[in-house]
Nanobody
Framework: QVQLVESGGGLVQAGGSLRLSCAAS????????MGWFRQAPGKEREFVAA????????YYADSVKGRFTISRDNAKNTVYLQMNSLKPEDTAVYYC???????????????????WGQGTQVTVSS
C-alpha cells in the first residue's frame, strides 16, 4: 500500500502561482512514477503532469506546458507541482497518483495509477 497526501491548494487570482505537494508513504519503492491529475465539476479527471522517480523524466499536458513544473524530492518521497500564470480554467480538484508502470504510455491515463490522494482544491478567480 502507498499512502498519498496532497497539500498546497487554495484560492488565487488569475496570473498568480501555487505550489502543490504530494507526500508519499508506505511501500513507495513499488511505484515507478508519480502523476498529477485534475477534475473540474462535471468533467472527467484529466492528466496534468507526471515524473519518474528514477531519472526524473517529466511529462506534461499541452494545456499546462510552460506554466506548470513537476519535480520530486526522492529523499522526502515528495512530488511537487509548481503552477504559474494560473487561469480560471485551471480551477479543479488536483489529485496525485502513484504508478507502478515504467512505460510512459501509462502515465497520461488515470488507469495507469494504483493509488490516489484525497485531492486538494485549486480555485483561480478572474
Amino acid at each position: 500500500q502507498v499512502q498519498l497526501v496532497e497539500s498546497g491548494g487554495g484560492l488565487v487570482q488569475a496570473g498568480g502561482s501555487l505550489r502543490l505537494s504530494c507526500a508519499a508513504s508506505g511501500r513507495t519503492f513499488s511505484s515507478s512514477a508519480m502523476g498529477w491529475f485534475r477534475q473540474a465539476p462535471g468533467k472527467e479527471r484529466e492528466f496534468v503532469a507526471a515524473i519518474k522517480w528514477s531519472g526524473g523524466n517529466t511529462y506534461y499536458a499541452d494545456s499546462v506546458k510552460g506554466r506548470f513544473t513537476i519535480s520530486r524530492d526522492n529523499a522526502k518521497n515528495t512530488v511537487y507541482l509548481q503552477m504559474n500564470s494560473l487561469k480560471p480554467e485551471d480551477t479543479a480538484v488536483y489529485y496525485c497518483g502513484a504508478s507502478r508502470y515504467s512505460s510512459v504510455g501509462w502515465y497520461r491515463t488515470s488507469g495507469g495509477y494504483d493509488y490516489w490522494g484525497q485531492g486538494t482544491q485549486v480555485t483561480v478567480s478572474s
